[in-house]
């Protein structure tokens, strides 16, 4: 009957419904093309083919993903928490505390951004500890390698630079201490902490100064080397996990990148994704009392991934705490591939059977001997005292640094007669600094209270 009436333009609904119906093969189909734009979009990221075995979950922990991810919910997080804060020292504290009661999922976009910034620090000194101990940073990888420290530079960097935004308690004197550091740096001390602080000491000018760091120049300047390290990873190719008893040159098996690695990734990031938001809807973000410069508390300790530097202050002359130890632990680490050049260890955990062993020995000894420093330079190792004749420059910093560089030549020589290769001794020398090292930040952490006395951890835990 109604032959002649025009047909009914179809709503958006049914056009959509139509173009998923239509044959995906079809060159026409919307479908394919939107596929076609997503494998471009991935093969940016990825080669078109993976070796099988870097696909293994527990080569690479998805690691250096998740450190991605995590960027990504800083930026998103950081938009967000950038409409309700207002940098300056009369509305910061205000304004957090406007955030966490006042705006809509204002505490749990705060937490987001808290929690994974912290676990940011700890990915990526994981992910380091997997690069070294896989081999991953020999060569052809050697500029990547440099291009990670940056990375850690600026994660540490955008750490620091946001835990004074709060304004709270915590935050001024963090920073306080943090940025007293700076200061012991020879000549150039106080210029550098006056440029950074905007001033003598942390104020007005200090938040503007870190501010404009954290939101703008710091994040601007990560996604710049972290696509510059992702390329390069692409362009290097991931190293191949393999056994000790295993020879480099076997050929292995590849497996296109799409679906195989692609589906994997998108599943871990969905996991850690709900890990750290359930995370972040049941733990708040800490939030002390507004700052307030005239009174500091006690003990006054920097954020705790400055712990172990501050431990070391306490034993060393504040220039070899503060700048010389710490300035020439970056430069071994970003030597580290140039030391090696001849690294034939490439995707073996610990380099072999043996270096296994060793790396256990090497922890097993650095934390005691970090353990047995602390307590007698507590208790007996006065050393300006015993030599009083001598500036504390050279009683307090060279004479127990060159104690320890003589300990670890005795090692390196002892482990290398006892038969360890040389790639396995300087293993084991770098394991031993690092299980030293964190043992002095557990200690600075859970055995410093009042006056940075020692004490048991159940008194400094509230
Ligand atoms: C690697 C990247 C980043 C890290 C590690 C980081 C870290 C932090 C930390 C530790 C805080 C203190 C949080 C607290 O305890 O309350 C903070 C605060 C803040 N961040 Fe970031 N951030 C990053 C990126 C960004 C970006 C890209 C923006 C904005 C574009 C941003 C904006 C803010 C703002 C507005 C605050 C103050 C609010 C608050 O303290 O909760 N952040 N950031
Ligand atoms: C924001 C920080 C970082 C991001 C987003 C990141 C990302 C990645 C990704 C996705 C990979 C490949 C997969 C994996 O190993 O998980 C990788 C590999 C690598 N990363 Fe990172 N990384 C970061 C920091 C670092 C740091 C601190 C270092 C060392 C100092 C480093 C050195 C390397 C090296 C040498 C490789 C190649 C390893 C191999 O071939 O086995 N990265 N990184």
Not at 157 to 186: C, E, R
Not at 236 to 244: G, I, S
Not at 274 to 279: D, G, N
Not at 383 to 400: D, E, H, M, Q, R
Request: hydrophobic share 55%.
């Amino acid at each position: 009957m109604n032959d002649n009436l025009p047909e009914a333009r179809p709503g958006l609904v049914q056009r959509l419904w139509r173009s998923v119906q239509r044959d995906p093969l079809s060159p026409e189909s919307d479908r394919d093309r939107m596929r076609l734009v997503m494998n471009n979009l991935i093969l940016h990221l990825h080669p078109s083919k993976v070796a099988a075995r870097t696909l293994r979950f527990n080569y690479t922990f998805g690691l250096g993903g998740l450190l991605a991810l995590l960027a990504v919910i800083q930026v998103v997080t950081g938009v967000l928490l950038m409409f309700a804060y207002t940098p300056s020292p009369d509305s910061a504290y205000q304004s957090m505390l406007a955030l966490q009661t006042e705006v809509p999922f204002g505490q749990l976009i705060r937490n987001l951004h808290h929690w994974s910034a912290n676990l940011m620090i700890v990915a990526i000194v994981l992910h380091l500890l997997r690069v070294f101990f896989t081999g991953g940073f020999a060569s052809p990888r050697q500029f990547n390698w440099v291009l990670g420290i940056i990375l850690l530079l600026l994660v540490v960097g955008a750490n620091f630079t946001g835990y004074l935004l709060p304004w709270d308690q915590l935050a001024y004197w963090a920073v306080t201490v943090g940025s007293s550091l700076i200061g012991y740096i020879p000549l150039a001390g106080d210029a550098i902490t006056r440029l950074l602080l905007g001033g003598p000491e942390v104020g007005a000018a200090t938040l503007t100064n870190f501010y404009g760091l954290h939101v703008a120049v710091i994040p601007l300047t990560l996604f710049a080397v972290m696509s510059f390290h992702l390329w390069r990873v692409r362009k290097d190719t991931l190293t191949v996990p393999r056994r000790a008893d295993e020879p480099g040159d076997v050929p292995v098996e590849k497996v296109t990148t799409i679906p195989h690695l692609v589906s994997r990734e998108l599943i871990f990031a969905l996991v850690m994704l709900a890990l750290i938001i359930a995370w972040a809807v049941v733990f708040n973000a800490p939030l002390e009392e507004a700052a307030n410069p005239d009174h500091s508390p006690n003990p006054a300790k920097a954020a705790w991934y400055f712990m172990g530097l501050q431990e070391l202050l306490l034993h060393f002359h504040p220039t070899f705490g503060a700048i010389i130890i710490p300035g020439l632990a970056l430069l071994g680490l970003a030597a580290l591939p140039y030391l090696e050049p001849d690294m034939e260890a490439q995707g073996i955990w610990f380099r072999s059977i043996q270096g296994r062993w060793i790396a256990g020995i090497s922890i097993v000894i650095g934390v005691l001997s970090a353990a047995l420093f602390v307590g007698l330079d507590e208790v007996l190792l006065d050393l300006p005292a015993l030599l009083p004749f001598l500036p504390t420059v050279i009683s307090n910093g060279w004479v127990p640094l060159a104690g320890i560089l003589l300990f670890l030549l005795a090692y390196y020589e002892g482990l290398y007669r006892l038969g360890a290769t040389a790639c396995e001794a300087r293993l084991a020398i770098f394991t031993l600094l690092l299980a030293a090292f964190f043992t002095f930040t557990i200690i600075g952490i859970f055995f410093r209270g009042e006056g940075m006395a020692l004490v048991m951890p159940w008194s400094v835990i509230p």
